[in-house]
């Protein structure tokens, strides 16, 4: 988890980098169209097309952070799908309530809660 916190981190600054960039070049053309200069349309299109660039291999980036994630929690699931019918199954007298309580007395009994 100290791993995802610290891409989650990661993720946070290059996107106040990315933020900062499209200020700077929203101020360029300001500063450009106030003055008597002609804008370099070329150079801003060209600028933002690089920070569309970055985004979109940030965005790849995370995926492939992401989708390890998303199949272990698929994986997770059903299992734990598996084990509840296996509980129902061996004790069918239990409601519900009593077989979420007594796996999570268990969970914390065993330290895993």
């Known amino acids: 988890m100290d791993l995802y916190r ?3 981190l990661q993720v946070s600054e290059r996107l106040n980098d990315t933020l900062k960039k499209l200020d700077d070049i929203k101020e360029d053309a300001k500063v450009r169209s106030g003055s008597k200069k002609n804008v370099n349309e070329v150079d801003l299109l060209n600028r ?4 569309i660039d970055e985004v979109d291999d940030e965005g790849k980036r995370l995926e492939k ?3 390890p994630v998303n199949i272990e929690i698929e994986k997770l699931s059903k299992e ?3 084990l509840y019918r296996l509980i129902v199954d ?3 007298s239990l ?3 009593q077989i979420v309580q007594i796996v999570q007395d268990r969970l914390i009994k065993e330290g895993l809660s």
Do not use: F, Q, V, W
């Open 65 to 67: 952070l992401i989708e």
């Open 6 to 8: 610290a891409r989650a």
């Open 90 to 92: 061996n004790h069918p």
């Open 95 to 97: 409601s519900e309530d």
């Open 48 to 51: 933002l097309l690089k920070i």
């Open 80 to 82: 734990e799908m598996e």
